[in-house]
């Protein structure tokens, strides 16, 4: 277990996703100096659940992930333009204080182990990129996005649920499936209720 600096959205961060940031609050200005000054330029992402993400006072849910700066740009007013990648899953077991910023004791959750076959991969690989060209056409996307499997069924179905047109309760079940057996199971799922709606809207 370790202490980690925490910044909480409303978005889901997957491991294997790039993830820029505009950071404007002086709480995570510091967050962002000081994961500067530490060895590891990493802190933590999890998805509120109710609130805001600016001022806090925000209700947030305990599975996340690490997002490790690639790029930081200093900016007028003492802001940061932030580009970062999702590298690991953790679970947060303690919120600490949010004095300076949030911070919690928090867990590595890797994957469990199982059998994910490739042809299984790649079938809803191909109605991830039909469902989010869909998405596109009906206005809900700017593009599809690019993304080769790379053979590692955890990785894999990290990237396929960020490629699907889904918000953010479903990423987040996504996210928090225990294995990546699993977690093609509820994407495959979530995909039908997605597709079905979408075709409903084009008519």
Known sequence: MAVMPMFPLGTVLLPGVVLPLHIFEPRYQQ??????????????????????????????????????????AA????????????????????????DPYPRAEVEDWPDESGETPRDRLEATAARARSCAGLAV???????????ELTGDPSADTFLLAAICPFGPADQYTALSAPDPSTRLDLIDRMLDDVEAGLRFRLG
Do not use: K
């Open 31 to 72: 967050l962002v100096r000081d994961c500067l000054d530490a060895p590891e330029h990493e802190f933590g992402v999890v998805l509120i659940d109710r609130g805001s993400e600016v001022g806090g006072d925000d209700s947030r849910l305990p599975v996340g992930v690490v997002a490790t700066m690639l790029q930081v």
């Open 75 to 98: 900016m007028d007013g003492d802001r940061f333009a932030v580009v970062t990648m999702g590298t690991r899953r953790i679970r947060v077991m303690q919120w600490l204080s949010d």
């Open 137 to 147: 056409e009906m206005g809900d996307r700017s593009g599809v996005p690019e993304v």
